[in-house]
């Protein structure tokens, strides 16, 4: 079946700091990558996405390379800002019929002054 | 921007309720899911409509039924509420076709005492 890993947390982190939140994934078939955020009290919003191997997202100064060979879509910032802290979560769908997401767990951030 | 409303953002039920959780999307979208979001588990698929009247169980069906009566509106029904049902539920909505991202609602946090 299909699943999404990412690396636990909390990760705090101090402001200006480099970010990287790893993702693995297992799909049968060639799934489209996607990052989203929660900040605290809202819904998850669409961060950015790859559609194919090495397509890469970017949103707001976040980035995430598709890695095909290491089935990997780790979400990194080079400075992180106090408004940065959220959970984050990564996610799949499959191309051609994959109606669904398939998420990991989620990963929260803190960053502090 | 796409909207998508849930009824309420906070609600407390009795054991033993019918409940109803409301959501509607105002970009005429296809999909529609209802996820809940529990700690340390992420999200979980519950029920999922491609269109209309169409439903699909997902990952965690039990206890729960769903309607789609009109296009906009996707409702969940927990049947008779039971304890293990407190949880943040996420509704979202998507266009049809491959690479569509979903987006979501602001979340219910229901409550089951």
């Known amino acids: 079946g299909n699943s999404v890993t990412q690396m636990e947390g909390p990760v705090t982190l101090s402001e200006e700091a480099f970010l990287t939140i790893n993702c693995t994934y297992t799909?049968?078939?060639?799934?489209?990558l996607f990052w989203y955020v929660q900040y605290p009290g809202e819904g998850l919003q669409l961060l950015l996405k790859?559609?194919?191997?090495?397509d890469k997202g970017s949103n707001k100064g976040f980035e995430a390379t598709y890695r095909k060979e290491t089935t990997s879509f780790h979400l990194e910032k080079g400075s992180v800002q106090v408004s940065d802290s959220a959970v984050y979560f990564c996610?799949?769908?499959?191309?051609?019929?994959?109606?669904?997401?398939?998420f990991g767990t989620g990963t929260q951030l803190k960053v502090e002054l | 921007d796409v909207k998508v409303t849930q009824s309420s953002r906070y609600l407390v039920k009795r054991t033993g309720e019918k409940v109803f959780l409301e959501c509607v999307q105002d970009?005429?979208?296809?999909?529609m899911f209802w996820y809940r979001q529990d700690p340390g588990l992420g999200l979980r698929l519950i029920y999922f409509?491609?269109?209309?009247?169409?439903?699909e169980k997902g990952d965690i069906p039990e206890g729960y039924s769903v309607s789609r009566e009109k296009k906009e509106r996707f409702s969940l029904i927990l049947e008779s509420a039971s304890t293990n049902q407190t949880s943040m539920y996420l509704c979202?909505?998507?266009?049809?076709?491959?690479?569509?991202?979903?987006?979501f609602g602001d979340g219910t946090r229901l409550s089951i005492l």
């Open positions: 979202a909505s998507r266009n049809a076709g491959s690479n569509q991202p979903q987006h």
């Open positions: 799909a049968t078939g060639y799934p489209s």
């Open positions: 790859a559609t194919k191997a090495d």
């Open positions: 996610a799949l769908t499959l191309t051609g019929g994959g109606n669904k997401l398939t």
């Open positions: 970009m005429d979208h296809e999909n």
């Open positions: 409509s491609y269109d209309v009247k169409m439903k």
